[in-house]
Each structure stands twice: as C-alpha cells, then as structure tokens.
C-alpha cells in the first residue's frame, strides 16, 4: 500500500520478482524507490517500509511505500550494528548488552543511511556508549534521548560457588 506526502493512501500491485531483486540489494531496512504507476507521467518518490514475510517459505506477503518528498524530512529506523570484540569481552569475560537494534532518525531522504555501525572494540567493564556519540553525520537526527544508552559493556556474572560437604554423619 502506498500513502503519505499529498498522496491518497491506496493499494498497488508491484511484481514479486521486482520486489525480490530489490530486497535483494538492500543492506537496510528502509529502501528509497521510484514508483512508476501506469496512467502516471512522472514517478513518485517512495520509502519502501513494513516489509511482511509469510512464516512458511518467506514468500512477501506486503509491503508499504511511504510517499516522500527530496526536500522533506522523513522518520525511519535504522538498523545499529556494533563491529569489533570488546576489550572487556576479551580480557574479562564482560557481556555487551545492546538495548535496541534499531535507531529512530530524522533527515531528508537523500541522507537516509542504510545502517549506522559502531565500533565497540574500547569498551571495558561497566563502560557505555550514548545515543550522542554514535557516528552520526551531522545532517541525521536522532529520535531518541541524547543520554539514552544503546550499548552497555556488564560484568561477567559471578560463578555458582562450590557446594559444601554434607555435613552429619556418613
């Protein structure tokens, strides 16, 4: 279904091969398309979004197609992907939590990242990273509390201690 912009909200048809070979070049989420609708001129610019799989066999079941202006901001989340083995992983056995895997953005659609990725090898024990020191250009903004924590570094859990002799008579 398409909506959004000045557009009226309505149901199109597109080609499951199309849409395939298009999912299949995605590296993100939020994939920026131009719609060519029969009866239609000039295309219209769109966000594809809401991609929905059939539980059996993956076969795309709806998609949606955000109409969007070059010169308007747009809303979307974007996958958050941390690289690197943190120095606390490593040298002390810590466990890097990550508290969301997506990052609600605003920018204008030109400027739209696929993914924002994060190097987290710095990380040590009980050390974090907040929403306003990831990588972001200065053109993206992010929808979420600066303070927000989005990765935290936690200690490794305590092991059981040994269980103590029973006691009383053998």
Do not use: W
Not at 83 to 102: A, C, H, W, Y
């Amino acid at each position: 279904s398409t909506y959004g912009g000045k557009t009226q909200a309505g149901p199109l048809q597109v080609s499951k091969r199309d849409l395939s070979v298009l999912l299949s070049h995605a590296s993100g989420e939020n994939l920026l398309v131009e719609l060519e609708i029969e009866g239609e001129k000039t295309g219209r610019l769109a966000l594809m979004q809401e991609v929905q799989h059939a539980p059996l066999g993956g076969d795309i079941l709806h998609v949606d197609f955000h109409a969007v202006s070059m010169d308007e901001m747009i809303e979307a989340d974007v996958p958050l992907e941390p690289t690197g083995i943190p120095e606390g992983v490593k040298t002390f056995g810590g466990l890097l939590e990550q508290n969301i895997r997506s990052l609600e953005i605003e920018c204008l659609p030109r400027d739209l990242p696929d993914v924002i990725t994060l190097d987290v090898s710095r990380l040590n024990i009980v050390d974090s990273i907040h929403v306003h020191e990831l990588p972001l250009p200065d053109v993206v903004t992010p929808r979420v509390q600066p303070d927000f924590t989005p990765f935290s570094l936690l200690a490794p859990l305590p092991r059981d201690p040994p269980h103590p002799p029973p006691s009383g008579p053998l």
